[in-house]
């Protein structure tokens, strides 16, 4: 019935909110497919594009005539709702499961908010859950996609349909596994990613100063790519307590010329050039104009400590102009990630980095931490994805912020239990707000490592640079709990540790 001998696809499922009947919802889906280039093809088989209305509220459709729908095979020129093979199409079910609210309007003209994965089948009077996990084997060829468009868009790149905002063609992309607790029907296989740390400040905790002249940006890029770094994140204000204020003048002057230096390499200069002209850059910065003028220069994502919410030292955000001027950092930034469809890292943080540890709130005992990243990210994560103007879910990879607001113990939790943080588990009656995200961490030569290695008698004091091979036990630990990115310093020895590490936990 299904032709399996093609290529890999993408598929997703997005929610939708619209008056338009489902008949002629259909249509305009049909003008879609023909207009992005879809032509007649094989059932089943490759495609270009394929839309489909999966469910329409609670309401059951079939506009073939009675006598004709006794089979599957009538089906053109007709609609079916839900859509008749969503029970055996596990690359169906597992994005729906993942949506996170529908409005089911009912014939009384009330309406009732619930899950998705709660959400009842109108015909089979099952959950959308329960369809899922009648696929009693996990099929590790369904992977998670977060996919990277490519800046500056190419010489010459046509955009043909003024009345949509302009697509980027995709840059690459990255892919993770599902990684749930059903048996796989085969070995599962990963890639952890190394993120390259170039600070151009001259302040940064461990780097300051190292690497603030295009020169030294430059020479760090490259050794970076050597290295095998599949991403290089720039930053150009230091999130250390204390840092000297820079405004966003300076930083847009410290961080767009070194993009542009990357992206105008000649790539027939040298092998090495042509892999770093290629190489995925991300900006870290809260600030939506930094964001922006990184992008168009040619930067392919965004890493915000702050997820979106501005750098407010007060914790938690009290004062009235505070809070004014976090919404409008939140919209700022949504607004470039949603235009420009480039991938978002979103940290959790409460102000400064070196305060604000407590998290009684939580519980006592092991888990309050995890439990506060849960809630206090995933609460900034639902305000980015959700409602007009949010971003993909797709688009989004979260961060659990090792070293900002973390005892050493705290650190230690999230950092040796990381994979619970995106696990699809019940928070206090919720479903976990991060399930199924990937992650980044960052554990390089931060703050809490140097308090380790000075305790006990053996103990010394550590400079930042002193704190490689403390870096690779976290790296290690962090692959082991299925990071698909790890941000370091060192990229070299971390590549070693992550290649290995990869094969361990494979």
């Keep these: 019935m299904y032709v399996t001998d093609q290529p890999s696809f993408i598929n997703c499922a997005c929610l939708i909110e619209t008056n338009i009947p ?9 003008h879609i497919e023909s ?16 839309l489909d209305i999966v469910l329409y509220g609670a309401d059951v459709i079939d506009t073939r005539p009675p006598s004709e729908r006794y089979d599957l095979d009538n089906l053109t020129g007709h609609l079916v709702i839900p859509h008749p093979r969503l029970a ?3 690359f169906v079910l597992r994005p729906l499961n993942e949506c996170a609210l529908v409005i089911n309007f009912l014939s009384n003209g009330a309406n009732l908010h619930s899950m998705i994965p709660d959400f009842v089948h109108p015909v089979f009077q099952i ?75 001259p302040d940064s905790f461990s780097d300051g100063a190292k690497h603030n002249t295009l020169e030294t940006a430059m020479n760090y890029a490259r050794e ?43 790539p027939d200069a040298s092998s090495l050039d042509a892999c770093l002209r290629e190489t995925l850059i991300s900006i870290d910065t809260f600030r939506w104009e930094v964001a922006r003028a990184s992008i168009l220069t040619g930067a392919n994502c965004i890493n915000d400590v702050y997820a979106f919410t501005g ?51 939580y519980g006592a005992g092991p888990g309050t931490v995890i439990r506060g990243v849960q809630t206090e990210l995933g609460e900034k994560v639902e305000r980015i994805i959700k409602g007009k103007g949010g ?15 973390k005892t050493v113990e705290g650190n230690l939790e999230v950092l040796r239990d990381g994979a619970k943080v995106v696990a699809d588990v019940s928070i206090d009656g919720k479903r976990n707000p991060l399930r199924g995200y990937s992650q980044l961490i960052g554990t390089s ?19 930042p640079k002193d704190r490689v091979w403390a870096t690779a036990a976290g790296v290690v630990c962090a692959v082991q709990q299925g990071a698909l990115v790890v941000r370091v310093h060192d990229t070299r020895e971390m590549a070693d540790a992550v290649a290995v590490a990869d094969q361990l936990w494979s």
């Excluded at 280039?37 to 394929?50: L, Y």
């Excluded at 992309?173 to 296989?189: G, Q």
């Excluded at 030569?445 to 400079?463: C, H, Q, V, Y």
């Design 224 to 266: 970076s790519v050597d290295a095998g770094a599949s991403i290089i994140d720039i930053g150009g204000y230091s999130t250390k307590p204390g840092a000297a204020f820079v405004s966003t003048e300076e930083e847009i002057n410290r961080i767009v010329p070194i993009v542009t230096a990357i992206r105008s390499v000649n």
């Design 22 to 30: 489902p008949v002629i919802l259909l249509r305009l889906l049909k």
């Design 88 to 90: 055996e199409r596990e």
């Design 35 to 50: 207009t992005v280039g879809r032509v007649p093809s094989v059932r089943n088989g490759p495609r270009a594009i394929d």
């Design 445 to 463: 030569r931060k703050s809490f490592l140097g308090a380790i290695l000075a305790r006990g008698d053996r103990g010394r004091e550590t400079s």
């Design 311 to 361: 750098r407010e030292d007060e914790y938690p955000l009290l004062d009235s102009d505070a809070i004014k001027r976090s919404e409008e950092s939140m919209a700022g930034m949504k607004s470039v990630a949603r235009e420009f469809a480039v991938p978002a890292v979103l940290m959790h943080s409460r102000g400064d980095a070196g305060k604000n540890k407590e998290y009684d709130q």
């Design 127 to 201: 959950t959308i859950s329960e369809l899922l996990g009648a696929h009693s084997e996990e099929d590790p060829s369904m992977r998670r996609v977060v996919p990277f468009p490519r800046y500056p868009l190419p010489a010459g790149y046509v955009w043909a349909y003024p009345e949509v905002p302009v697509v980027p063609p995709t840059h690459t992309h990255w892919t993770y596994p599902i990684a749930e607790s059903r048996a796989p029907k085969a070995p599962i296989t990963r890639k952890t990613h190394l993120m390259s740390t170039l600070n151009a400040t």
């Design 391 to 405: 971003i993909r879910r797709w688009m989004v990879m979260v961060d659990p912020g090792v070293g900002f607001s």
